[in-house]
């Protein structure tokens, strides 16, 4: 059984490495490293530059908001309890 401490650091993991993985992707889009990305998935998707930058950011925001819901707000919760 898992008990809140075990919880909270779980919580506490989870919001870090998510959150490196939104910066590393965002410093990939914006640094132009992916640019092999945006070719690749503009010719499997038909997509023109200015769609998929629309679309990388869209993923970026939903991303964003997914780690704060789903893994800061609890990890928050639980330090405030404890």
Same mark, same amino acid.
């Given at each position: 059984?898992?008990?809140?401490?075990?919880?909270?650091?779980? *919580?506490?993991?989870?919001?870090? #490495?998510?959150? +490196?993985?939104?910066?590393? =992707?965002?410093?990939? $889009?914006?640094? &132009?490293? &992916?640019?092999? +990305?945006?070719? $690749?998935? &503009?010719?499997?998707?038909? *997509?023109?530059?200015?769609? *998929?930058?629309? %679309?990388?950011? =869209?993923?970026?925001?939903?991303?964003?908001? +997914?780690?704060?819901? %789903?893994? #800061?707000?609890?990890?928050?919760? $639980?330090?405030?309890?404890?």
């Amino acid at each position: 059984m898992i008990d809140l401490a075990n919880l909270t650091e779980f *919580l506490g993991w989870c919001t870090l #490495l998510n959150y +490196a993985v939104l910066v590393f =992707s965002a410093l990939l $889009l914006v640094s &132009g490293v &992916g640019n092999w +990305a945006k070719r $690749l998935h &503009g010719q499997l998707f038909n *997509l023109s530059e200015t769609e *998929l930058n629309t %679309l990388y950011f =869209s993923y970026l925001a939903n991303y964003k908001v +997914a780690i704060f819901v %789903l893994n #800061l707000v609890p990890y928050l919760a $639980l330090k405030i309890i404890a």
